[in-house]
């Protein structure tokens, strides 16, 4: 099968017990949630991709987030170990669901890392230092893909949950970026859009052939891509969001003749 392959996880009913780091707790509506995840999923097949749901894993809150658990390349997929321990048991079954499309490897402890602090850049893969993934992480990352001819560079993160929180890519020499929460200067060869500062999480967008996929929270920053060129395709992921998730984190991209 040629194309992308978008897996996804079912929004569970313990999702209200989700873990939080950077904002406060607030009611999410499961079946409002379940709702918009619905119609992010029907972006992803706008934007091309074939939709495998996965299971739901119903005692897991977080498991909806299912990018934080692989980081899928066109090589291999590694499969992380979560900064939230509660996550851990999320990681079995991804192996799982991945091992048909791609050649697998996996961190091990001391190591956490999120899939989530991972952006892939060409051949370099750029990892937010957070407090989710940690030194040996970013090690372990990196002995796994060297071989495969990437380069892993580490960067810090100030006042986000992850690393794609503060900046992703939207075009082929284009990443969106909040300057507040990284220090986009490190980015060299790429054109910058700075989300607008009234929209600060505006920065996490989902990239997939010529499109982005971006929450409708953030019409000023959706000016700011079009104005480049870039078409954007929008959803509401408002009840999403109550949880710290962004459009990139609902989804596993599995790219090429291998998916």
Request: hydrophobic share 40%; with cysteine.
């Given at each position: 099968?040629s194309?992308w392959?978008?897996?996804?996880?079912?929004?569970?009913q313990?999702?209200v017990?989700c873990q939080?780091?950077?904002?406060s707790?607030?009611p999410?509506d499961v079946?409002r949630?379940?709702?918009?995840h619905?119609?992010y999923?029907?972006a992803?097949?706008t934007c091309g991709?074939?939709?495998?749901q996965?299971p739901?894993?119903?005692?897991s809150?977080d498991?909806v987030?299912?990018?934080?658990?692989?980081?899928?390349?066109d090589?291999?997929?590694?499969?992380?170990?979560?900064?939230?321990?509660?996550?851990?048991?999320?990681v079995?079954?991804?192996?799982?669901?991945?091992?048909?499309y791609?050649?697998l490897a996996?961190l091990?402890?001391?190591?956490?890392l999120?899939?989530g602090?991972?952006?892939?850049?060409?051949?370099t893969?750029?990892?937010g230092r957070t407090s989710?993934?940690n030194a040996?992480?970013?090690?372990q990352l990196?002995?796994?893909v060297?071989g495969?001819?990437?380069?892993?560079r580490?960067i810090?993160?100030?006042?986000?949950?992850?690393l794609?929180?503060a900046?992703?890519?939207?075009g082929?020499r284009?990443?969106?970026?909040?300057?507040?929460?990284?220090?986009?200067s490190?980015?060299?060869?790429?054109?910058?859009i700075?989300?607008?500062?009234?929209e600060p999480f505006a920065?996490?967008?989902?990239?997939?052939?010529?499109r982005?996929?971006?929450?409708t929270?953030?019409?000023?920053?959706h000016q700011?891509?079009?104005a480049a060129g870039?078409?954007v395709v929008t959803?509401?992921?408002?009840?999403l969001?109550?949880?710290?998730?962004g459009?990139t984190c609902?989804?596993?991209l599995v790219r090429?003749s291998?998916?």
């Amino acid at each position: 099968m040629s194309g992308w392959v978008a897996l996804t996880r079912p929004v569970p009913q313990s999702i209200v017990d989700c873990q939080l780091t950077h904002i406060s707790r607030t009611p999410i509506d499961v079946e409002r949630a379940r709702a918009q995840h619905a119609e992010y999923e029907d972006a992803l097949r706008t934007c091309g991709c074939t939709v495998v749901q996965l299971p739901e894993l119903r005692a897991s809150p977080d498991s909806v987030f299912v990018e934080d658990v692989a980081i899928v390349l066109d090589d291999l997929a590694v499969l992380t170990r979560p900064g939230a321990p509660s996550r851990r048991d999320e990681v079995p079954p991804m192996a799982e669901a991945l091992r048909p499309y791609r050649r697998l490897a996996a961190l091990e402890a001391p190591a956490t890392l999120d899939g989530g602090d991972v952006l892939v850049v060409d051949r370099t893969l750029w990892v937010g230092r957070t407090s989710r993934t940690n030194a040996e992480g970013i090690s372990q990352l990196t002995r796994c893909v060297e071989g495969a001819g990437y380069v892993v560079r580490s960067i810090g993160v100030a006042g986000a949950l992850h690393l794609k929180t503060a900046v992703t890519r939207v075009g082929p020499r284009h990443l969106l970026v909040n300057r507040d929460w990284v220090d986009a200067s490190v980015f060299g060869g790429v054109s910058l859009i700075e989300v607008d500062p009234t929209e600060p999480f505006a920065a996490n967008a989902m990239l997939i052939g010529d499109r982005v996929i971006h929450s409708t929270a953030f019409p000023r920053t959706h000016q700011r891509l079009r104005a480049a060129g870039i078409e954007v395709v929008t959803v509401d992921a408002s009840e999403l969001a109550k949880a710290e998730g962004g459009v990139t984190c609902c989804s596993l991209l599995v790219r090429g003749s291998e998916a």
